[in-house]
């Protein structure tokens, strides 16, 4: 019997992080967790994660905007998930240089430490935000790049740079470009668990921002599951090429909000918050997936329905030590 592979995530302690390493664990990998250096020491969601699943877990406090921790954290990995960084879209606004300095030099930083150990694979996290509004519908990966936002500009860079160290180096880096993801363990911010959040916290009337924009949203275990997918699918089907993931479905804020109301059995009532509009020529209108070069290269599929998903996205909230761990009165940042 082979020795389990060894993998690296970075951003391990967040939303999608902590799935993919619990996912990661179940496949039979020994995984590298990196979490952000903090003075609570806080391993973030990892800390929910079952003892037997940890037990196979090295938690690693670092920061990928620092060269040394990365290599550290990369060392022996056969495979890297590189899913760190900054992902508000408000706070983008107003601290832009940290996302620069997050999601470009981190990203450059994993790059360099992988080119120069010889990592065999490593998969680097992009954004559906890159596209802008939809020019063309549904959106596939040829679709121009057309950043409306710090935040996306931030990660358009980092998906540059990695091109760039495939053309110019040979580095064995996949893109995976996730469409929204939403799920248990969610930031507030978000308008799902912000939604959620609210009503579970018995409000009544919503605070939000547009209602008209659409958007494609996949459950967490399906954009997990595209994640492990890249991961290990032959490099010539995926080493250097960019796939989006997402279910080819799109649903207006305002008619979520709705959806979401029948599904907790909740009227609601919707005011729209300032804080929460994006400045006019930042708002992204509509975002819909093309996935079908994911399906043709791995043949990864959703499982989840949006309704599926939003139902163990609402057991989770609803469940009072975990509403417990958010602030349910901060929704714009």
């Given amino acids: 019997m ?15 992080g902590s799935h993919l390493v619990e996912a990661l664990v179940a496949d039979g990998h020994q995984v590298r967790a990196m979490v952000q250096y903090n003075s609570f020491s806080s391993f973030g ?41 900054l992902i508000a879209i408000p706070y983008s606004y107003r601290a832009p240089h940290s996302y620069v300095e997050t999601n470009v030099t981190g990203t450059l930083n994993v790059l360099e430490a992988v080119r120069h150990l010889g990592i065999p694979r490593l998969v680097h996290t992009s954004t559906s935000e890159t596209y802008g509004t939809a020019q063309t519908v549904p959106i596939a990966e040829d679709h121009p790049i057309n950043t409306q936002s710090p935040y996306a500009a931030s990660k358009a860079g980092g998906d540059r740079l990695a091109d760039s160290y495939h053309a110019s180096f040979g580095l064995p880096v996949v893109t995976l470009r996730p469409f929204n993801t939403f799920g248990p363990r969610q930031s507030m911010r978000a308008v799902i668990p912000t939604v959620i959040g609210q ?9 939000l921002g547009d209602l008209r924009p659409t958007r494609d949203f996949s459950y967490v275990k399906d954009t997990v599951a595209a994640f492990r997918a890249v991961g290990t699918a032959p490099a010539d089907d995926v080493v250097g ?25 909740a009227e609601l009532e919707v ?29 990864w599929a959703p499982a989840h ?12 909230f609803r469940d009072p030590v975990n509403l417990g761990r958010y602030k349910t009165g901060i929704y714009n940042v």
């Fill in 45 to 85: 969601w990892l800390e929910d994660l079952p003892a037997e699943v940890m037990d196979h877990v090295e938690v690693v406090l670092g920061d990928v905007r620092d060269p040394g921790s990365v290599t550290g954290l990369v060392t022996g990995a056969e495979t890297v998930y590189h899913l760190a960084a």
């Fill in 241 to 265: 090429r960019t796939f989006n993931s997402g279910t080819g479905e799109e649903i207006s804020i305002g008619d979520l909000v709705t959806l979401i109301g029948k599904l907790m059995d």
């Fill in 271 to 299: 005011t729209e918050d300032a804080q929460r509009v994006r400045p006019a020529n930042s708002e992204v209108m509509r975002l819909v997936a093309d996935a079908s070069r994911l399906r043709a290269a791995t043949g």
């Fill in 199 to 207: 009503v579970a916290a018995g409000q009544r009337a919503i605070t």
């Fill in 305 to 316: 329905t949006l309704e599926e998903g939003l139902s163990e996205a609402i057991a989770f």
């Fill in 2 to 16: 082979s020795a389990p592979a060894r993998v690296a995530v970075t951003g391990a302690e967040g939303f999608i």
